[in-house]
Antibody, heavy 117, light 109 residues
Framework: EVQLVESGGGLVKPGSSLKLSCVAS????????MHWIRQAPKKGLEWIAL????????YYADSVKGRFTISRDNSKNTLYLEMNSLRSEDTAMYYC??????????WGQGVMVTVSS | DIVLTQSPVLAVSLGQRATISCRAS??????????MHWYQQKPGQQPKLLIY???NLASGIPARFSGSGSGTDFTLTIDPVQADDIAAYYC????????FGSGTKLEIK
């Protein structure tokens, strides 16, 4: 059974940094692209980043470009999202998701990030 | 960016058919491949893939769910609707970047 487990969320002040992790199991992690997707409270879904299976390509939504960095460690079956210069509008539940032809076939349970002074 | 438009709420009776629509601001089809996908999200849970590439049922999803459409107009159909289907439904396109619709909340009439 595929499992994706996020961690690293919390309450931080505007302008600070945070690094999220997503540990994968139940599939060959090193063979698949992975995504981060977020959902602000009571709002819809927003895709924010994609990393190819071999880290050869990374793509970002304009809303996070230059502030967030996606990375992965295939030896640890782990996906990361480093978030810098956090803003109140970054407050959201953050999900990691497995790529399936540019759809998302497995999602983690999510980790909450709250940016507030 | 391609904008996906969904009606906010749809109310249906149990046992009836629910038709959820998604309209794209430009075509999301390439040749015969329709790059539209559908997700279900129940309160407090992560989204679940229902349909990929407009009409393909994802693994483990009941045949009550089906998808159709091409170009800019797509539909998710649930027939018959069951109580367990109460959720928000999101469309997502992968033709140009990756964007989601704002979601349709399915309610029981």
């Amino acid at each position: 059974e595929v499992q994706l487990v996020e961690s690293g969320g919390g309450l931080v002040k505007p302008g600070s940094s945070l690094k999220l992790s997503c540990v994968a199991s139940g599939f060959t992690f090193s063979s698949y692209g992975m995504h981060w997707i977020r959902q602000a409270p009571k709002k819809g879904l927003e895709w924010i980043a994609l990393i190819y299976y071999d880290s050869s390509n990374k793509y970002y939504a304009d809303s996070v470009k230059g502030r967030f960095t996606i990375s992965r460690d295939n030896s640890k079956n782990t996906l990361y999202l480093e978030m810098n210069s956090l803003r109140s509008e970054d407050t959201a539940m953050y999900y990691c998701a497995k790529d399936y032809g540019s759809s998302f076939d497995w999602w983690g349970q999510g980790v909450m990030v709250t940016v507030s002074s | 960016d391609i904008v996906l438009t969904q009606s906010p709420v749809l109310a249906v009776s149990l046992g009836q058919r629910a038709t959820i629509s998604c309209r794209a601001s430009q075509s999301v089809s390439i040749s015969s491949i329709n790059l539209m996908h559908w997700y279900q999200q129940k309160p407090g849970q992560q989204p679940k893939l229902l349909i990929y590439r407009a009409s393909n049922l994802a693994s483990g999803i009941p045949a009550r769910f089906s998808g159709s459409g091409s170009g800019t107009d797509f539909t998710l159909t649930i027939d018959p609707v069951q109580a367990d289907d109460i959720a928000a439904y999101y469309c997502q396109q992968s033709r140009e970047s990756l964007t989601f619709g704002s979601g349709t909340k399915l309610e029981i009439k």
